[in-house]
């Protein structure tokens, strides 16, 4: 994998960096991290313009939040009519906007590179519930920064072990996705369990 990334980036430079970073927030399996990573490298060694690779993996990020965004909310009015068809999809989609639009900006933020593989998925969501635009590109954009900063700084820094880092930032961002998933799965579970002690009037 590692090899077959280089040559894509030796043949097409940063505008490989711009497709694939575009593709992974529109819920695509492409190894965007280990392309930054690599991207990086080449930028350590004089082969790519460490700012033009930062911007086109920049650009790319965004244009790709903001795609998927505006597809959910375009259309999603599909989408929505089966939800409210059924009362428990529908308070479901409730919910999710509901909490979109308590804790929208600090979700689309982290979920950019924090819990990178659920970003594309926040994308979609923002845009089914129909949350803020203005404030989703807001933050989506400064959640690229610290994204984008990150990986291909890292490359940049470390470019002879980018298949190490690559694994091992893997691993880190899985962990952190599975602790968030245990965490709202115990907070969920402790809600239900609460509400059903409550005493019967």
Partial sequence: MTEIILDLITNYGVIILLVVTFLSCLCLPVPSSLMMLAGGSFAATGDLNLASTLAAAYFGAVAGDNTGYFLARTFGTRLNTWLEANPKRAKLRDIAKSYMDKKGPISVFLSCWLVAPLG????????????????????????????????????????NQITTLASMLGNASGFIVALLGVFLLGRWLWKASGSKAQPQH
């Fill in 120 to 159: 594309p998925y926040v994308n979609l969501v923002s845009g089914l519930t129909r949350y803020n635009w203005a404030k989703f590109a807001l933050w989506g954009a400064l959640g690229e920064v610290v994204w984008v900063g990150i990986y291909i700084g890292l490359g940049y820094s470390f470019s």
